[in-house]
């Protein structure tokens, strides 16, 4: 964590109050860019560690990024007027009440919005055409929520994710899956039907059905049903 120093000698305070942070363009870029790649790091090749962190039975957590390209879990601070501007408060208390995928893009926003306020906190003192070249420059650079959705972190989770939607979705019976006279996999543009009898689904094709042949749809009967009515016939 980033430790501020109170300048010995501090100016006597002005009408509107202002951080007495001095620095150049360069120097707040620099910082700007160390803590989001300690930030991208988090949501990303760390975020296995970010999750045990973020304990949802403790208080209020933020997630800090350092100008030495760490960063940290840790509660706010006591509200002071001379300190930096705060992360986003509570990310662990929201952890298991979001998928994982939709809590990292969480927390990838509000790490934006947060590097932007500590950027321009302490860019205040600057002229304004210097925090305009400010702005041009952070601008460059993807945010960190576009690096979390560009990365293989975000790929692989979403991934896991649609498969086990998937497998929800086979467990709780939503539609076929396979053809009962094929065995190829379900696909959402194709016309299938429905035995009456056994509930199994097959592709129309695979059984000599049109989507336009009402009346034969509404009485179907899979061959395999059929073939074993004949036998008791």
Known sequence: MEVEVTP??????????????????????????????????????????????????????CLYGNIDGSWE??????????????????????????RHLKWLQHISRHSDAWLIRISFFRAANLEARERQRLFSMISMLPTVQEAFVASVTYRRISHQENMIDETKDEDEGC????????GDRYHA?????????????????????????????????????????????
């Open 175 to 182: 539609g076929p899956t396979f053809c009962a006279s094929c």
């Open 73 to 98: 879990v840790l509660p706010p601070k006591p509200f002071e007027p001379s300190v930096l501007p705060e992360p986003k408060r509570g990310i662990n208390l929201v952890r298991d009440k979001m």
């Open 189 to 233: 543009k194709g016309f299938w039907v429905c035995c009456t009898l056994c509930k199994c689904w097959s592709h129309g094709k695979c059984v000599k059905v049109k989507a336009d042949q009402e009346e034969l749809i509404k009485n179907f009967e899979c061959p395999e049903c059929c073939a074993e009515k004949r036998g008791h016939d």
């Open 8 to 61: 010995p000698t501090p100016a006597p305070p002005s009408a509107i109050s202002r951080p007495r942070y001095s620095g150049t363009v360069e120097n707040v870029f620099r910082r700007f860019t160390y803590r989001r790649v300690a930030l991208i790091r988090a949501v990303t090749q760390d975020e296995k560690a970010l999750f045990r962190k973020c304990n949802p039975r403790m208080d209020s957590l």
